[in-house]
């Protein structure tokens, strides 16, 4: 039987000609239940059932289109048949209903077409296709014919289509065009001559559009948001107007009628509309500025007077939810990108551009998904959308689209140089130095095994990564050291990760804690802070911006929202959150008119005041309050730069193109308005700002001043309106110029003075392990902050005033820094700039007594124009963490310019791609005295370079266990010890190295100078990364010299004896063990902390290793607390050159650069021939494979107490 034949029975089976079915107007006789014989064509099958509408609105509209948009690859391309049915299982034939169908189009059912007081079901239809048999050559559409004829009749609703003709006939869907022959569009009949309208209740008026009911009279109320009178509110008769207009229907897709203006409400909000009928069916729009709109039903009543409370909300401006995915494809594929955008009311005009450059939507159809097909080389780059509305409009950040030959590696499979630092005693001829490469592949997206299907996010990521790895055996002195080398790259699954954000929350003005503080994020509670104001939050995935807003139970603190940068790429960052302390209340009367002033610094006039009229103050549910107002008004002022660090948010608003801006702020001011007997908070309506003008130094900022408020939500700030200027008198002779703006208290309660700027540029930074400065030593993770200071040369300012606040984490190329600056006057903004790991502030280079601009990583000149200052460069008592610099805006004429470490606005992504030789700032992390050697490369900042191997130190990517041992050492002088990690009892890794972990001890001062202690980290037993069976490593710990162990703490004795195999310990210089399965404790002297986050896992037991107990942390080592282990070491020093005395004398030079062979023997004591004073090898250390330090001895880790306070 032909295909052509076969249809036209399908069609039968259905109760269906040919002919009708070409007609759309079938009735309700048009569809029979489903024939047996159907279901038994082998070149045929039914689709799943699809239902995406319901009949509300106008009716229910099943149409295909609509059906392809949600389910794109289960509806063939040009359905045979098309079956209905309700959702009880009702055959749309058996419902007595009107109905309409077309293969082509769809289902369709109108309520309006239905007999009075019923409407349509609830329908769902599936389509007949045919299988997909056989692979099919590339098919072409021809052109679309004209729009048929409109059928509809007056005052009716119909379909007119048009159709294009495939190049292929074949019957075979996988031997057709993609995408539907035949599309259709809704028209209207012409304008009947009579009135078909009825009326449940009244008549119909003159104009046939609405029932009216002469004896009526409806009154109503309209709030605005916080419940303030709402004037000026425009009240709509929805779907009423003279003429209908064509509008797609969220739900349905009917044509509807846009609303006639009826009344606005007066100075207190209400309104009275006359005539309109209580019946339950008619309906109001209201509208008001900055409220999204609202439609309300007038209820039913028998009354003649009916009354209506209607409350706005705020309207929402769009903000992306979620952002397009970079992705990977081959020439020929298929991809789609999506963008996620909500709003009130919702943004209903999408737009994409590719590198830029806005597509035509009449070339590539789009909406909020965007599906390319076909790939071609060149439509790889970059794509965002943009979405506008009522509301505003805002842009998605941009993916990246790679486009890869059908034959060209997906990965570069060439692994490129990485360099590790070996141990003391490994020193290596062949490249004059201490280091080796290792090799390593960048991560990047690659195409992987992904199917053709079109999808917003692909259900496996796939990265490259190491694809072959090979043990290469490195000689040192008197042993092999075994290291993994990679020797190819290929495309793996990406490693999951996962992103954490801890840190703590403390007054910024005495570091007070904020204890058990809420933390809200999207209005909902996500966690709470601890006793220490300490907090831990996993990052939701696809979170694009993390908007925290810190709420103290204890109101001593202003509620403060901050944006918090994490780690895309997992991990966890540590952040600081200053918080400012809420001004004390003071006692308003509700009928007076009261003023408010706004100014921190000492000895100098407000920046600000609020005035508030008389009887301006309402309760939540809209009533005037009357009585006495417990005011709370806590300003953050500019003046003072030790306020920027408790800045809330980050200072950016959405402009009206839909770009991200940045803000320069004038002050900041958060509102707490009270009755005083029962605490209720109140709104104020009208209230006056006034700034003194004279606050404003650039003239150009006071014509652009504007008043606004933060979004707690999204984090974004939003106007609330303009300022204008205004001469006022103070006195009899002092006549003064204020920028006055009016503002509504609603439930928004935190106001900024601000200016958009758009001098705008970026700073790069990198942040290093040590002074070596090294690429391969670059940490990722750091907190890199800038504070963009009051432009000073030029303008009469106060030169400590602030006026924006920026943090970006590094990434493996750095971060670049947004700050402001001048390309007229090379000194007209200056910036300090500052970065922080895990709670410890990185120090900068020095600046003096000699500028070294190789040190600091920016050539001469540029470096004298930019003015580089470390704090530290006038006062030495000063803290080395920040450093000054000018904000020169590089010249675009200039090459050197140009090429950092100041880049222009618009060429960011020159800046974070910029080569590692292009000059840029510099920190780096002063470490303690430890070293660290993996086997198995792993850089713990970045969790996607672990690496599948039975010999990772850490075997599971997202579940990072730390284990550290308590070696207490009797001996006049510190000790270096040592941990050598090897398999135990797993068959893939006995005898295998691991890795080494070398620590120096810490001397504890109050127990004497002969009296040292040291926490030594070694691999936790365990799974391997299979997951398959456990092994128990074997770990030796070596201290170095003459020593004799002494003791074994007892419990550790009695567990390691009755948790077979035991190790052999023969040797009295030393300790060896199979390591505990279990997390013991601080009586046993070991120390196990599982977290998501490596270097966050290491820090904890750390603080529990130092303090010597379970649950609690020190920064000072308590030698006699929780001991493992006691060594007794001989009188005489170490004759031979210690792992850290070979380390700190070592000339290592660049990327395999020189190194000496020059020993220097040290004694126990520094320079000044005092012994050493407590310290802590604290922090993440040297977190790669084998990344030492080589820190001399004036040199301890800034987060040591000692040497702080000492400082």
């Given at each position: 039987?032909?295909?052509?034949?076969?249809?036209?029975?399908?069609?039968?089976?259905?109760?269906?000609?040919?002919?009708?079915?070409?007609?759309?107007?079938?009735?309700?006789?048009?569809?029979?239940?489903?024939?047996?014989?159907?279901?038994?064509?082998?070149?045929?099958?039914?689709?799943?059932?699809?239902?995406?509408?319901?009949?509300?609105?106008?009716?229910?509209?099943?149409?295909?289109?609509?059906?392809?948009?949600?389910?794109?690859?289960?509806?063939?391309?040009?359905?045979?048949?098309?079956?209905?049915?309700?959702?009880?299982?009702?055959?749309?034939?058996?419902?007595?209903?009107?109905?309409?169908?077309?293969?082509?189009?769809?289902?369709?059912?109108?309520?309006?077409?239905?007999?009075?007081?019923?409407?349509?079901?609830?329908?769902?239809?599936?389509?007949?296709?045919?299988?997909?048999?056989?692979?099919?050559?590339?098919?072409?559409?021809?052109?679309?014919?004209?729009?048929?004829?409109?059928?509809?009749?007056?005052?009716?609703?119909?379909?007119?289509?048009?159709?294009?003709?495939?190049?292929?006939?074949?019957?075979?869907?996988?031997?057709?065009?993609?995408?539907?022959?035949?599309?259709?569009?809704?028209?209207?009949?012409?304008?009947?001559?009579?009135?078909?309208?009825?009326?449940?209740?009244?008549?119909?008026?003159?104009?046939?559009?609405?029932?009216?009911?002469?004896?009526?009279?409806?009154?109503?109320?309209?709030?605005?948001?916080?419940?303030?009178?709402?004037?000026?509110?425009?009240?709509?008769?929805?779907?009423?107007?003279?003429?209908?207009?064509?509008?797609?229907?969220?739900?349905?897709?009917?044509?509807?009628?846009?609303?006639?203006?009826?009344?606005?409400?007066?100075?207190?909000?209400?309104?009275?509309?006359?005539?309109?009928?209580?019946?339950?069916?008619?309906?109001?729009?209201?509208?008001?500025?900055?409220?999204?709109?609202?439609?309300?039903?007038?209820?039913?009543?028998?009354?003649?007077?009916?009354?209506?409370?209607?409350?706005?909300?705020?309207?929402?401006?769009?903000?992306?939810?979620?952002?397009?995915?970079?992705?990977?494809?081959?020439?020929?594929?298929?991809?789609?990108?999506?963008?996620?955008?909500?709003?009130?009311?919702?943004?209903?005009?999408?737009?994409?551009?590719?590198?830029?450059?806005?597509?035509?939507?009449?070339?590539?159809?789009?909406?909020?998904?965007?599906?390319?097909?076909?790939?071609?080389?060149?439509?790889?780059?970059?794509?965002?959308?943009?979405?506008?509305?009522?509301?505003?409009?805002?842009?998605?950040?941009?993916?990246?689209?790679?486009?890869?030959?059908?034959?060209?590696?997906?990965?570069?499979?060439?692994?490129?140089?990485?360099?590790?630092?070996?141990?003391?005693?490994?020193?290596?001829?062949?490249?004059?130095?201490?280091?080796?490469?290792?090799?390593?592949?960048?991560?990047?997206?690659?195409?992987?095994?992904?199917?053709?299907?079109?999808?917003?996010?692909?259900?496996?990521?796939?990265?490259?990564?190491?694809?072959?790895?090979?043990?290469?055996?490195?000689?040192?002195?008197?042993?092999?050291?075994?290291?993994?080398?990679?020797?190819?790259?290929?495309?793996?699954?990406?490693?999951?990760?996962?992103?954490?954000?801890?840190?703590?929350?403390?007054?910024?003005?005495?570091?007070?804690?904020?204890?058990?503080?809420?933390?809200?994020?999207?209005?909902?509670?996500?966690s709470r802070t601890g006793y220490k104001g300490t907090f831990s939050i996993q990052v939701p995935p696809d979170t694009e911006r993390l908007v925290l807003t810190f709420v103290d139970n204890m109101q001593k603190f202003v509620n403060t929202t901050k944006v918090l940068p994490f780690n895309h790429k997992g991990g966890a960052v540590y952040h600081e959150i200053k918080l400012l302390r809420k001004k004390a209340p003071v006692t308003l009367l509700s009928t007076n008119t009261?003023?408010?002033?706004?100014?921190?610094?000492?000895?100098?006039?407000?920046?600000?005041?609020?005035?508030?009229?008389?009887?301006?103050?309402?309760?939540?549910?809209?009533?005037?309050?009357?009585?006495?107002?417990?005011?709370?008004?806590?300003?953050?002022?500019?003046?003072?730069?030790?306020?920027?660090?408790?800045?809330?948010?980050?200072?950016?608003?959405?402009?009206?193109?839909?770009?991200?801006?940045?803000?320069?702020?004038?002050?900041?001011?958060?509102?707490?308005?009270?009755?005083?007997?029962?605490?209720?908070?109140?709104?104020?309506?009208?209230?006056?700002?006034?700034?003194?003008?004279?606050?404003?130094?650039?003239?150009?900022?006071?014509?652009?001043?504007?008043?606004?408020?933060?979004?707690?939500?999204?984090?974004?700030?939003?106007?609330?309106?303009?300022?204008?200027?205004?001469?006022?008198?103070?006195?009899?002779?002092?006549?003064?110029?204020?920028?006055?703006?009016?503002?509504?208290?609603?439930?928004?309660?935190?106001?900024?003075?601000?200016?958009?700027?758009?001098?705008?540029?970026?700073?790069?930074?990198?942040?290093?392990?040590?002074?070596?400065?090294?690429?391969?030593?670059?940490?990722?993770?750091?907190?890199?902050?800038?504070?963009?200071?009051?432009?000073?040369?030029?303008?009469?300012?106060?030169?400590?005033?602030?006026?924006?606040?920026?943090?970006?984490?590094?990434?493996?190329?750095?971060?670049?820094?947004?700050?402001?600056?001048?390309?007229?006057?090379?000194?007209?903004?200056?910036?300090?700039?500052?970065?922080?790991?895990?709670?410890?502030?990185?120090?900068?280079?020095?600046?003096?007594?000699?500028?070294?601009?190789?040190?600091?990583?920016?050539?001469?000149?540029?470096?004298?124009?930019?003015?580089?200052?470390?704090?530290?460069?006038?006062?030495?008592?000063?803290?080395?963490?920040?450093?000054?610099?000018?904000?020169?805006?590089?010249?675009?004429?200039?090459?050197?310019?140009?090429?950092?470490?100041?880049?222009?606005?618009?060429?960011?992504?020159?800046?974070?791609?910029?080569?590692?030789?292009?000059?840029?700032?510099?920190?780096?992390?002063?470490?303690?005295?430890?070293?660290?050697?993996?086997?198995?490369?792993?850089?713990?900042?970045?969790?996607?370079?672990?690496?599948?191997?039975?010999?990772?130190?850490?075997?599971?990517?997202?579940?990072?266990?730390?284990?550290?041992?308590?070696?207490?050492?009797?001996?006049?002088?510190?000790?270096?010890?040592?941990?050598?990690?090897?398999?135990?009892?797993?068959?893939?890794?006995?005898?295998?190295?691991?890795?080494?972990?070398?620590?120096?001890?810490?001397?504890?001062?109050?127990?004497?100078?002969?009296?040292?202690?040291?926490?030594?980290?070694?691999?936790?037993?365990?799974?391997?990364?299979?997951?398959?069976?456990?092994?128990?490593?074997?770990?030796?710990?070596?201290?170095?010299?003459?020593?004799?162990?002494?003791?074994?703490?007892?419990?550790?004795?009695?567990?390691?004896?009755?948790?077979?195999?035991?190790?052999?310990?023969?040797?009295?210089?030393?300790?060896?063990?199979?390591?505990?399965?279990?997390?013991?404790?601080?009586?046993?002297?070991?120390?196990?902390?599982?977290?998501?986050?490596?270097?966050?896992?290491?820090?904890?037991?750390?603080?529990?290793?130092?303090?010597?107990?379970?649950?609690?942390?020190?920064?000072?080592?308590?030698?006699?607390?929780?001991?493992?282990?006691?060594?007794?070491?001989?009188?005489?020093?170490?004759?031979?050159?210690?792992?850290?005395?070979?380390?700190?004398?070592?000339?290592?030079?660049?990327?395999?650069?020189?190194?000496?062979?020059?020993?220097?023997?040290?004694?126990?004591?520094?320079?000044?021939?005092?012994?050493?004073?407590?310290?802590?090898?604290?922090?993440?250390?040297?977190?790669?494979?084998?990344?030492?330090?080589?820190?001399?001895?004036?040199?301890?880790?800034?987060?040591?107490?000692?040497?702080?306070?000492?400082?």
């Open positions: 039987m032909s295909g052509r034949s076969m249809c036209a029975l399908v069609l039968l089976l259905l109760g269906v000609s040919g002919s009708s079915a070409q007609q759309g107007a079938w009735r309700r006789d048009i569809l029979s239940p489903r024939g047996p014989y159907v279901e038994d064509l082998e070149e045929y099958e039914w689709t799943t059932w699809f239902n995406v509408d319901h009949p509300g609105g106008r009716g229910d509209y099943e149409q295909l289109e609509a059906i392809r948009f949600y389910y794109r690859a289960r509806v063939c391309a040009v359905p045979e048949a098309i079956e209905a049915r309700t959702t009880n299982w009702v055959p749309a034939a058996s419902t007595g209903e009107i109905v309409h169908t077309d293969k082509a189009i769809g289902f369709w059912c109108i309520n309006d077409e239905q007999p009075a007081g019923k409407n349509c079901s609830n329908y769902a239809v599936r389509f007949l296709c045919t299988r997909d048999v056989r692979a099919s050559a590339k098919p072409s559409w021809g052109p679309w014919s004209d729009w048929s004829a409109c059928p509809a009749n007056c005052g009716e609703v119909a379909v007119q289509k048009r159709s294009r003709t495939c190049s292929s006939r074949s019957n075979h869907r996988g031997q057709q065009c993609s995408g539907p022959a035949v599309e259709g569009r809704m028209c209207q009949g012409p304008d009947c001559s009579g009135c078909n309208l009825q009326c449940s209740m009244g008549r119909v008026n003159a104009e046939c559009y609405a029932c009216t009911c002469a004896d009526h009279t409806l009154l109503g109320t309209v709030r605005s948001t916080g419940g303030l009178p709402a004037p000026g509110a425009a009240i709509l008769r929805s779907g009423a107007g003279s003429a209908p207009t064509l509008r797609s229907d969220s739900s349905s897709g009917a044509l509807a009628k846009e609303p006639r203006l009826l009344t606005v409400s007066d100075h207190n909000g209400h309104f009275r509309i006359l005539g309109m009928c209580p019946d339950g069916n008619s309906s109001l729009t209201i509208r008001l500025a900055n409220h999204a709109p609202l439609d309300v039903t007038v209820p039913t009543s028998t009354e003649h007077t009916s009354v209506l409370h209607v409350k706005l909300e705020r309207a929402k401006k769009p903000i992306v939810m979620k952002n397009p995915e970079s992705k990977a494809r081959r020439e020929g594929q298929t991809t789609a990108f999506c963008c996620k955008v909500s709003g009130a009311p919702e943004p209903t005009d999408f737009q994409w551009y590719h590198n830029g450059s806005l597509l035509d939507s009449s070339v590539v159809s789009y909406d909020s998904t965007l599906v390319l097909r076909n790939l071609r080389m060149d439509q790889a780059g970059e794509y965002y959308c943009r979405a506008s509305g009522p509301a505003g409009a805002v842009k998605s950040k941009p993916a990246t689209l790679t486009v890869i030959g059908q034959e060209e590696a997906s990965c570069e499979p060439n692994p490129e140089s990485h360099l590790i630092r070996l141990p003391h005693d490994c020193y290596q001829n062949q490249t004059d130095s201490f280091y080796y490469d290792v090799g390593r592949c960048p991560v990047s997206t690659c195409v992987g095994q992904l199917d053709n299907g079109i999808r917003c996010k692909d259900t496996v990521s796939y990265c490259c990564g190491v694809a072959k790895m090979v043990e290469k055996q490195i000689q040192c002195q008197g042993y092999e050291l075994p290291t993994m080398v990679v020797t190819e790259c290929g495309c793996k699954k990406c490693v999951e990760t996962k992103a954490i954000v801890r840190g703590r929350a403390v007054a910024a003005d005495t570091g007070e804690p904020m204890r058990f503080g809420h933390i809200f994020m999207n209005g909902v509670r996500v009261n003023t408010l002033e706004l100014g921190e610094v000492a000895g100098q006039e407000p920046m600000a005041s609020i005035e508030v009229p008389p009887n301006s103050f309402f309760r939540e549910n809209g009533e005037v309050y009357v009585g006495n107002v417990q005011a709370s008004v806590t300003f953050l002022d500019p003046r003072d730069v030790s306020t920027a660090a408790a800045a809330q948010s980050d200072l950016n608003f959405v402009g009206s193109e839909g770009d991200t801006l940045p803000l320069r702020t004038y002050g900041m001011f958060s509102v707490d308005f009270r009755d005083e007997e029962a605490g209720e908070p109140l709104n104020a309506g009208e209230v006056k700002v006034k700034l003194d003008a004279s606050q404003v130094t650039m003239a150009e900022h006071r014509d652009n001043m504007m008043l606004w408020s933060l979004n707690p939500e999204t984090g974004l700030w939003e106007e609330e309106g303009h300022l204008k200027m205004e001469k006022k008198r103070r006195g009899k002779r002092e006549e003064r110029t204020f920028l006055i703006g009016n503002m509504e208290i609603r439930e928004r309660r935190l106001f900024n003075l601000d200016v958009p700027e758009n001098r705008r540029c970026y700073v790069k930074v990198r942040v290093f392990r040590s002074e070596r400065f090294m690429a391969s030593e670059q940490v990722e993770g750091v907190v890199t902050s800038l504070i963009n200071m009051e432009p000073t040369p030029g303008y009469s300012s106060n030169p400590r005033a602030w006026g924006r606040f920026d943090s970006v984490i590094t990434g493996p190329n750095g971060a670049c820094l947004p700050a402001f600056c001048d390309d007229q006057k090379a000194d007209a903004y200056t910036a300090y700039v500052m970065a922080n790991l895990g709670g410890e502030e990185l120090e900068a280079v020095a600046s003096s007594p000699k500028l070294n601009p190789n040190s600091i990583g920016v050539p001469q000149p540029r470096l004298g124009v930019l003015n580089y200052k470390r704090t530290d460069h006038d006062d030495a008592r000063v803290k080395k963490t920040a450093f000054s610099i000018n904000l020169a805006k590089p010249s675009p004429n200039n090459a050197e310019e140009a090429n950092g470490p100041i880049y222009s606005f618009e060429n960011l992504k020159e800046c974070e791609e910029a080569p590692f030789n292009a000059p840029h700032f510099r920190f780096f992390r002063v470490e303690g005295d430890r070293y660290d050697y993996n086997t198995v490369p792993f850089n713990e900042d970045d969790p996607m370079s672990w690496t599948e191997d039975y010999l990772s130190w850490w075997p599971k990517p997202m579940e990072y266990r730390a284990c550290y041992i308590k070696v207490k050492l009797n001996a006049p002088h510190e000790i270096n010890v040592r941990s050598r990690n090897m398999g135990g009892t797993h068959p893939r890794t006995v005898g295998q190295l691991y890795g080494i972990r070398d620590t120096r001890s810490i001397r504890d001062m109050e127990q004497g100078p002969a009296l040292s202690a040291v926490c030594l980290e070694f691999k936790c037993s365990g799974m391997l990364y299979d997951q398959d069976r456990v092994d128990r490593t074997l770990v030796k710990v070596i201290p170095q010299g003459s020593c004799r162990r002494d003791s074994v703490t007892p419990m550790l004795q009695e567990y390691l004896v009755n948790h077979l195999p035991l190790a052999v310990n023969n040797d009295t210089n030393e300790f060896t063990m199979l390591a505990p399965l279990d997390p013991l404790g601080h009586n046993y002297g070991i120390y196990t902390v599982t977290d998501q986050d490596p270097r966050t896992a290491k820090e904890i037991a750390l603080g529990r290793c130092f303090d010597g107990t379970s649950d609690g942390t020190s920064r000072v080592m308590k030698s006699n607390e929780g001991v493992a282990l006691t060594f007794t070491c001989g009188d005489k020093e170490v004759t031979r050159t210690s792992v850290f005395q070979q380390l700190q004398n070592a000339q290592a030079g660049g990327q395999g650069g020189q190194g000496s062979s020059s020993v220097v023997m040290t004694s126990g004591r520094n320079g000044n021939g005092q012994p050493r004073s407590n310290r802590r090898q604290r922090g993440g250390g040297a977190s790669g494979n084998g990344r030492g330090n080589n820190n001399n001895n004036r040199r301890r880790s800034t987060r040591n107490p000692v040497r702080n306070a000492r400082a």
